[in-house]
């Protein structure tokens, strides 16, 4: 097999690896089970999850949203490419060409190994090592897409070195504006008509040390549209970041309008990021309504086509928040008491489920069992999420799992054979150090398994469901299952306990399971339709839309 391009200059040192026969058999007998492409998945995620400060990464949903926004394309270009989950995301045929470049070692030859397993051939990586704004390793290519997370608020992006860099039609950055370096560099690498998305920091739409580039873009037709994202959507999370969509004009401007969308209302409380699925439809549909037609019909405190004309003022400021109408008053007022009559209803349904007194019992001691026992002998079955998806299939991730909501991540497409979640299996997250496990219901399966998660599927005449998620759930049953690195928590999902109890009992433990749940879920609902009617009710009535009597 071919392997893939590696332009890395050779290091003065070769860092001598200490034998490991314990985590070497580990890693082999794990790819003998998942094979290589997974295995290698699993082992990057672990160690981003275990040194979360080390990175910044572009998490998969957010990836795969960029790659769906640039379109088909057949060569792509990471001029910034960190662990490669961008160009991961924009694998969807054989016979693509990838470009990558990085200025750090260690993540080209990541990047290069990673796309090499997803690529058929894997020659048709091309990774390199260097500055790519002072370095750049591709000056000829004209790839049909670019996709960047470049590095924000870089003052030492070589503004004294390319002051008469040909790459800066639109004109030349300020020392403070380095993420329009990269913009700019990105539009040069395109071919004529190819798109480019980047993720960019809110400041960068209206700094006035930047106005005159982004009045540029705009008057020649290279600025396409800009989406604000809802917070959470990527480190740093505490920021609504931006997704810039731009277009290299193959000829005169034919569009004098351009989009801007905000998807703030998608935020969510709690880890996890967004709801990614409403962020993901609202987006794409606004963008191929614009993109097709070229102007789109306001959608009230979602998204519009703005006149460029209308933007080329004294600060060109493109913050899509500045410009959208507000949200129409039947989803304001109206929209309200509909949330408010819901929450009433699960506010009656909560106190209807609450359980009874607990009743006092002797500690009892069972014999106990575990799931890899459980397992070996043909009671359960175990399989473990990959990294490739089926095309409008929903994917579960480990977020829904802890916040008992929906389906909500994709995956890029891939031959790998998908884990499709059934009815009755329980899925149990790896990461994060929570006593979780759910039970999948009709409405949820056919999902496929994602990433950090577990599926035990029992065998119905030896195991019920239920008792099997319940006492996975117990805190000690956690604890002495799971492993400890100085940042992140595993579970060894194969080292927890259940007692062995005939199958009657097990169904009595799993119907009283069954109603904590039903209470569980109905709590978490009271409190989402809760937040909605505050931040409803202070929205409503700071923009008028609600009567203060």
Avoid at 358 to 382: D, F, N, Q, S
Avoid at 390 to 415: E, F, K, N, Q
Avoid at 432 to 437: E, R, S
Avoid at 506 to 528: N, V
Wanted: aromatic share 6%; with cysteine; glycine share 8%.
């Amino acid at each position: 097999m071919s392997a893939p391009t590696l332009n890395m200059p050779p290091s003065p040192t070769s860092p001598q690896l200490l034998p490991s026969t314990p985590l070497l058999r580990g890693v082999a007998e794990l790819a003998a089970e998942l094979g290589a492409r997974q295995t290698f998945e699993f082992l990057l995620g672990r160690h981003l999850d275990a040194n979360p400060r080390q990175y910044t990464p572009t998490p998969a949903e957010l990836a795969a949203l960029m790659a769906r926004l640039a379109g088909p394309a057949r060569t792509v270009l990471d001029p910034a490419c960190g662990t490669g989950a961008l160009l991961r995301a924009a694998v969807t045929r054989p016979g693509q060409e990838l470009y990558a470049q990085d200025g750090a070692p260690d993540l080209a030859a990541l990047t290069a190994f990673r796309l090499a397993l997803h690529t058929p051939p894997p020659d048709a990586v091309r990774a390199a090592v260097g500055d790519t704004l002072r370095a750049d390793a591709f000056p000829e290519l004209r790839a049909d897409a670019v996709l960047c997370h470049p590095p924000f608020n870089e003052r030492n992006w070589g503004h004294d070195e390319l002051a008469y860099d040909p790459r800066w039609e639109y004109g030349f950055p300020a020392r403070t504006e380095s993420e329009l370096a990269w913009v700019q560099h990105a539009l040069a690498r395109l071919a004529d008509g190819g798109t480019a998305v980047l993720l960019m920091p809110p400041a960068a739409a209206s700094r006035r040390s930047g106005r005159r580039i982004r009045a540029d873009l705009l008057r020649r037709g290279a600025l396409k549209a800009v989406v604000a994202l809802p917070l959470g959507a990527a480190p740093p999370y505490n920021i609504p970041l931006h997704l810039w969509v731009l277009r290299r004009p193959d000829r005169a401007p034919a569009q004098p309008e351009v989009l801007l969308a905000d998807t703030g209302r998608f935020a969510t409380e709690g880890r996890g990021g967004p709801d990614w699925r409403a962020v993901r439809e609202a987006v794409l549909d606004a963008w191929q309504d614009f993109d097709r037609a070229g102007t789109l019909a306001e959608r009230p405190g979602l998204a519009r086509s703005v006149p460029v004309i209308e933007l080329l003022d004294d600060d060109v400021d493109l913050a899509p928040a500045r410009h959208l109408p507000p949200p129409t008053e039947a989803d304001g007022a109206e929209a309200l008491v509909d949330v408010r009559e819901r929450l009433g209803e699960t506010l009656r349904l909560t106190a209807d489920l609450t359980p009874p007194p607990a009743a006092t019992a002797r500690p009892t001691r069972w014999p106990l069992t575990t799931v890899g026992e459980l397992a070996r002998g043909g009671a359960l079955v175990m399989r473990t999420g990959g990294n490739g998806g089926h095309a409008r299939v929903p994917v579960l991730t480990d977020t829904d799992i802890l916040a008992g909501t929906a389906p909500s991540g994709t995956l890029p497409p891939s031959d790998e054979e998908a884990v499709l979640t059934e009815a009755g299996d329980v899925v149990v997250p790896v990461l994060g150090g929570g006593a979780v496990a759910r039970v999948i219901d009709t409405a949820t399966a056919g999902a496929v398994l994602g990433r950090s998660l577990v599926l035990l599927r029992p065998d119905g005449t030896a195991v019920d469901p239920w008792f099997l998620a319940g006492f996975l759930r117990g805190t000690a049953n956690n604890r002495q299952a799971s492993s400890y690195a100085s940042t992140a928590t595993r579970l060894d999902v194969r080292r927890l306990q259940l007692p062995r109890l005939p199958l009657d009992e097990q169904r009595r433990y799993g119907a009283r399971f069954r109603a904590l749940d039903e209470f569980e879920r109905a709590l978490r609902h009271a409190g989402r339709l809760g937040d909605q009617l505050v931040r409803g009710m202070y929205d409503g009535l700071t923009d008028g839309t609600v009567d203060p009597d």
